[in-house]
């Protein structure tokens, strides 16, 4: 690649319970995002004790983390969107500053 150029933008990392994965994506799919990585299986330890990420009868029963690089303007839409949900259910959201490089992944 020639010419790197580097592009701000904020990443969202949502854990939430795989039960709830398609409330997460279909925000994410109506706020304009344009891509987004799904973890299942995850493991740790939070509030409510260790978790253990193994697949015990179906993908609902596991925590899970969706990625997704976006602009700075859709950070606060998408968490008004998750906040309701978080108001009843466990989990979070991580907010970071990134750079990444070819934007047109991730903008129009």
Do not use: C, W
């Amino acid at each position: 690649m020639k010419n790197l150029n580097f592009s701000p933008l904020k990443k969202l990392e949502i854990i939430l319970s795989g039960e709830h994965q398609g409330l997460a994506t279909d925000l994410l799919d109506r706020a304009g995002v344009k891509g987004y990585t799904i973890i299942n299986n995850l493991s740790g330890k939070g509030s409510h004790g260790f978790h253990e990420g193994h697949l015990m009868f179906n993908e609902d029963d596991v925590l899970i983390m969706i990625i997704a690089a976006v602009p700075e303007e859709l950070v606060k839409p998408i968490l008004e969107g998750l906040a309701p949900f978080y108001n009843e259910h466990s989990g979070v959201v991580f907010i970071s500053d990134i750079q990444v490089t070819r934007l047109v992944k991730f903008r129009d």
